[in-house]
Structures are given as structure tokens and as C-alpha cells.
């Protein structure tokens, strides 16, 4: 039935896959144009500020031994910043852009570190911080790292050099499983169910925590790949970092539902002696997400509304885009709520800011990098421009580019400016010669062809390779690649453009995209490993998520002129569907039976979620007498039979091969 993947775990995932992969042809060295411009970078930007560097370091305790985390017997480490050590060396090196190698370098701090009185956090064990506030009793921890052994490091870590007392409540600041997904890592599912533990978490975030996972998680996990650079190889030639923080921990997922939700705008909780004031974001940064304020340690926790990046109004490896506007408006409400009582700010990424003046100007700052990129496309889009047009043509005032915080390693303004796009106008510019575009590869052809022939394409783009007009040429090569995926001329000055527009990237997933690219492009992808469904995920999946899901896996040309009706009946959950399927599309009806059903299944969750994670076959469950049917059941394993499984393999840098009816 439904298979959970997490997009972001299987983009970690395929960084295993690569220790079995055939080695990428040779990367280059940056080309004189690409030296230029990381040059006008170095001299624009005031490098020599070493602000962001004390902040990072202060309050360290002690660092992550070895800076590793390791994995199962036999196993790599899970988490593993040894090959980042090149990073510690001085000044960039030409295929890396200074900006990035700047944050890449700040994001090598990790370790546990005091931020205020009985507050800690521990950084650099995965992309994501765990905060810890020590109660009168107990440990109040909010977020857990993306994995169990990362999530159990962390705890470890804290233990090593603070009294050992357990933790009492557990705190989800939004809907992104790098910040739930170490759960069992430092509490269990029996103390949560029973209430011994507090889990707090934003109203949604069930639904949307398991949501964003299942619909479009094939495509949007092999996307991931590219925006995280988790198949490259890492170095000043490949992966040095991820933004948002240094890159993706490996290891196994897990999620345990919450027990007590923030439903009011603001609401406030007295948790073991600690007074908490939550204020609900939802639809900034994650449709379901809070802020958080500690009175009594004059904190502000940012949750992931404010970092030390511009973030994404649209993520890379594909989501609904954030509402920039909304985003900019929290950030205010909390520059008004809390801005005059706070001595320090931190988020569940990055380091924290201290000092009231230092932290509103901050938060102003972020406040109006959102607002400014969102009022900004949209009185462009109201002049007619593109999203391309207004990409091209929008720049931060100076007062925010040279603010760091707010320059985009993981978001962008030329991306976020098309997503503002998006938002409110979708994917046509109005161009009706843009309304039915031809296919890529058969649109390729024809400007090939309409161009001179593959040959003269070629030559024409290895002079503007020559002149440092990569965009252009990356461009070219790839209708080349999408003409004829064999021509590996063309495949080789693909990479090649990418390559250098890589090492030019500031932004973080923009150089892991383009790198990834260019070893595609060298060597094929680097098949990732089709995952099994996660059972904690799965749990959280309701059955109308998984009918959805099984509908968007419908082969519908083999459902052509079929019509079948099957009644669904879950003991435990009191639910009844009927599903039907006709017109080659496959709906459901809640909390109804159908009179005309051609086969009626009744089953407990339990049995249902053996069966998605293929545990168990319906045969086997029939016979054990945990699934029961009447009916046709011919027509159960006629519709089943016209679902398809999804590869999360499929070609991004030229033309999808598999064969699609």
C-alpha cells in the first residue's frame, strides 16, 4: 500500500550508495572567469568580521568527540565531520565561493554549548540543533536531530557534562523530520502514551509531518539529492556544506505523536518550574510551526523562522511555497511581543545572537529580507515582468546584502523571487506561445536542428565556455543532452559549465545542485536504495492520506473501462470507506458503505500497516484470519494490480527512460 519515505532520509541514504559507486570522472579546477567572480566576492563582502565566529563558538563546553557519531556494528558512522576538517584551513580556494566558504566553515562548530542560565544546546551533530532547558526536576528538550543514534549523541554528550536527570518533556517546534525524527533517541512511545513525558508540538503537525512524505515523496526525495549533494563526494571540488547547517545525518527515523498540541495563537505552559509562551506560525517556514519564549531567561527561540540564511520560499527538492509576506509578519509580532525583554535569540539551526539591541536588529533584519523579496516580485509581476525577468532583475539594498544572515546560502533571492511568482500568479507567464510548449527532448530537437545541427551547437558553446558565459552554455549542453543523451560531447560541457557555476554559487544547494549535475552528466546517477516504508511514519498516515496515495499510484491507461467498488471496514478505528474506481481515476467515500460493492474487506490498522510494509500479504493475513473478505476478492487483486511501485531513480539531467503508459 503506501510506502513512507521521507524525502530528506533517502537524499542521506544515497551518500551510503555512494561508498559501493564506481568512481566520478575527475572534477576541474576553476576556470579563470569563475576566479574572477569568487575574487569580487572576497572583496565585496567585510570577510574580516569575525562576529559570527565568536557567537559560534561562545559558551562551548565540549565538542563532539572525534566529531563523529558512530553507526550499527559494522556500519559507517552515522554522522561524520572528519572529511570536513579541509574547511579549516584560511582563505577559500578558487572552486569554492568566499561567502560559502565562510558559512561552510562556521557551520563546522559543533558540540554542546551553554547559551543562558539552564539553557544548552547541542550543534553540529546533523543539520538540525536539540535545545535543552533544565527544569526543577527534569530535562525540557526541544527538537531532536533528524535520527535516533544523532538524537541519543546529543543526549549523551549532555550527560557527559551535566547531572543526569530525565528528560520530562518534549517540544516539536514544526513539521520537518529533521526536527522529529531522533524522537526515540531520547524518549520512549510507552512514557509519551502514558504522559510521563510531555510532547508539545504546533496545531497540524501530525498531518503535516507525515503529509509532506507521502503524495510527491518519490519525486521530491530524488530531488533532494541534488539540493543536499548527499551522492558527491565531499571537498573544495564537491559537498562542503548545506547551508542550513553542515549536511544530512545517516541512521534510522523514527516519530512519536505528540500528547499535548498548541491550538491558540498564543498559549502558555508551565513545564517542571519553566514558564513557556508558545505563539503559533503556521505557513512560514512549515505549514504547521511555533516560537517560543522563556520569560524567566529573557529567550527567544526562533524555532526555524529566523536563521543565519536567507531561507527558502520554495525548497528546492519541491514543496508548497511559503508565503513570504505571512513569514516577514511573525517575525514582526515577535519583534513586538518579545523584543524588548529578550537578551537572546537562538533557532533550531545555527547559533544564537546575544545582547537586546543586537537581537531586534537581527530579527529586523529578517524580518524585512522576507518582506522586501516579497513586495518587491510582486510590484515586478504587477509591471508584467517573468518570473525569470524579475529573478534577474531583483538585488537586496545594500543594508540587508551585507548583512550575512541574510544572504542566501540555502534559500536565494533569484529563487525565492520565482517562488513569490508562483504563489500568486503559478507556473504561465501569460505568453500564450508558452501555454503548450512542446516536450524537452522533442522541443531540444527541433532548436538543435533549427540551430545548425548538434555540431555546430557545440562549437558555438565551447567558445562561450572559453568566454565564461556558463549559463548560457549549461543550457545549451542540456538541450543537446535532451536531444541526444548519447552525444557525449555534449554530456561532457554540460558538466563542465555546471561545474564552474557551481564553484561560483554562493547558495549552498545551488552548488550541490550544479555539482551533482555535472557528475550525473560524467559518470550516471548514483542509484539510491529503494527504502522500506518507517512504521512511526506510517502510524501517523490516516487512511484517507493512504487511499490518496494509492490513487496517485493508478496506471491509468491499464484501468482503462474498469469499474470496481470495494468496501473498506477497520474494527479497531470504527472507519468505513468505499473506494471505487472508474474513469481510470480512483476515489473514496468516508464513513460510507456501498450497497453494489463488488468485494467488501474488513481488517484492524494494525493488519493494514503489516501489509503497506509488506510484512505480511493479504493471502497470509486471510488465513490467519486478521482480514476478512466476501465478495469478488478476484476484484482486490484485479485493482491491486494497477498500482504502480515509483523508482526513486529516475533521470533529472536528461530524458526519463522508463517506459510510462
Excluded: C
Excluded at 146 to 156: F, G, I, R, S
Excluded at 226 to 253: C, E, M, N, S, T
Amino acid at each position: 500500500m503506501a510506502r513512507i519515505i521521507p524525502s530528506l532520509a533517502l537524499a542521506a541514504a544515497a551518500a551510503m550508495s555512494l561508498l559501493a559507486a564506481p568512481l566520478a570522472a575527475q572534477p576541474n579546477d576553476a576556470e579563470p572567469a569563475t576566479r574572477a567572480a569568487n575574487e569580487a566576492v572576497a572583496k565585496a563582502l567585510p570577510l574580516a568580521d569575525r562576529a559570527d565566529f565568536e557567537d559560534a563558538q561562545r559558551g562551548l563546553i565540549a565538542p563532539l568527540p572525534d566529531g563523529v557519531v558512530a553507526g550499527a556494528a559494522g556500519a559507517p558512522p552515522v554522522w561524520n565531520l572528519k572529511p570536513f576538517d579541509f574547511l579549516k584551513g584560511g582563505a577559500s580556494p578558487p572552486t569554492v565561493n568566499p561567502s560559502l566558504w565562510r558559512q561552510a566553515q562556521l557551520n563546522l562548530a559543533n558540540g554542546l554549548f551553554q547559551v543562558a542560565e539552564r539553557v544548552y544546546q547541542v550543534r553540529g551533530l546533523d543539520m538540525a540543533n536539540l535545545t535543552i532547558v533544565e527544569g526543577d526536576t527534569g530535562l525540557i528538550v526541544t527538537d531532536t536531530t533528524m535520527t535516533v543514534p544523532t538524537a541519543k549523541a546529543a543526549l549523551d554528550l549532555y550527560y557527559q557534562h551535566r547531572p543526569n536527570k530525565p528528560v520530562v518533556a518534549l517540544i516539536y517546534t514544526h513539521s520537518h523530520i529533521d526536527h522529529f525524527g531522533g524522537a526515540r533517541g531520547l524518549i520512549s512511545e510507552a512514557d509519551a502514551a502514558s504522559g510521563k513525558v510531555k510532547v508539545i508540538a504546533p496545531a497540524g503537525f501530525m498531518e503535516h509531518a507525515v503529509a509532506e512524505n507521502v503524495i510527491a515523496g518519490n519525486a521530491m526525495s530524488r530531488r533532494a539529492q541534488f539540493q543536499f549533494g548527499a551522492p558527491l563526494p565531499v571537498g573544495a571540488r564537491g559537498q562542503v556544506d548545506a547551508g542550513l547547517g553542515k549536511a544530512l545525518a545517516l541512521g534510522p527515523l523514527s516519530l512519536i505523536p505528540p500528547n499535548d498540541t498548541i491550538q491558540q495563537s498564543y498559549e502558555t505552559r508551565t513545564i517542571d518550574g519553566v514558564e513557556i509562551e508558545f505563539h503559533l506560525v503556521p505557513g512560514s517556514e512549515a505549514p504547521s510551526e511555533m516560537i517560543s519564549y522563556y520569560p524567566q531567561f529573557r529567550l527567544l527561540n526562533m524555532a526555524e523562522d529566523t536563521t543565519h540564511t536567507l531561507h527558502n520560499l520554495y525548497t528546492l527538492r519541491g514543496a508548497a511555497v511559503r508565503d513570504g509576506r505571512l513569514w516577514s509578519k511573525y517575525i514582526g509580532e515577535a519583534i513586538a511581543r518579545y523584543g524588548d525583554r529578550t537578551e537572546v535569540v537562538i533557532a533550531q539551526h545555527h547559533w544564537p545572537v546575544w545582547g537586546r539591541d543586537r537581537v531586534v536588529g537581527y530579527l529586523k533584519k529578517q524580518r524585512d529580507v522576507y518582506k522586501f523579496i516579497h513586495d518587491q516580485s510582486v510590484r515586478l509581476l504587477n509591471h508584467g515582468l517573468t518570473p525569470t525577468e524579475i529573478a534577474e532583475r531583483l538585488t537586496l539594498p545594500p543594508s540587508l546584502a551585507s548583512e550575512f544572515a541574510a544572504r542566501g546560502y540555502y534559500g536565494s533571492v533569484s529563487h525565492n523571487a520565482k517562488a513569490v511568482y508562483q504563489f500568486y500568479l503559478g507556473w504561465y507567464d501569460a505568453n500564450p506561445a508558452d501555454l503548450n510548449p512542446l516536450p524537452r527532448a522533442e522541443q531540444a530537437k527541433k532548436e538543435i536542428d533549427y540551430m545548425g545541427g548538434a555540431a555546430a551547437v557545440l562549437a558555438r558553446a565551447r567558445d562561450d565556455y572559453k568566454a565564461g558565459q556558463y549559463r548560457w552554455v549549461a543550457s545549451v549542453a542540456s538541450k543537446l543532452v535532451f536531444a541526444d543523451p548519447a552525444n557525449t560531447e555534449a554530456r561532457a560541457l554540460g558538466a563542465d559549465a555546471l561545474e564552474q557555476l557551481g564553484y561560483q554559487a554562493e547558495a549552498a544547494t545551488w552548488r550541490n545542485a550544479y555539482l551533482l549535475g555535472a557528475q550525473e552528466l560524467r559518470s550516471g546517477l548514483t542509484p539510491m536504495p529503494v527504502s522500506t516504508a518507517n512504521p512511526d511514519l506510517l502510524k501517523g498516515v490516516s487512511i484517507d492520506l493512504a487511499f490518496d496515495f494509492l490513487a496517485v499510484r493508478l496506471n491509468a491507461a491499464k484501468a482503462e473501462g474498469k469499474h470496481i467498488v470495494v468496501n473498506w471496514t477497520f474494527t479497531d478505528l470504527k472507519e468505513t470507506y468505499t473506494m471505487n474506481l472508474e474513469n481510470s481515476a480512483l476515489t473514496h467515500v468516508a464513513g460510507k458503505l456501498s450497497d453494489n460493492a463488488d468485494v467488501s474487506v474488513t481488517l484492524n490498522r494494525a493488519t493494514f500497516d503489516a501489509i503497506s510494509l509488506k510484512q505480511r500479504g493479504f493471502l497470509g493475513a486471510v488465513l490467519s484470519g486478521d482480514l476478512w473478505v466476501s465478495g469478488n476478492p478476484l476484484k482486490l487483486r484485479e485493482l491491486f494490480g494497477l498500482f504502480e511501485e515509483f523508482s526513486p531513480n529516475f533521470e533529472v539531467i536528461e530524458p526519463v527512460r522508463a517506459k510510462l503508459e
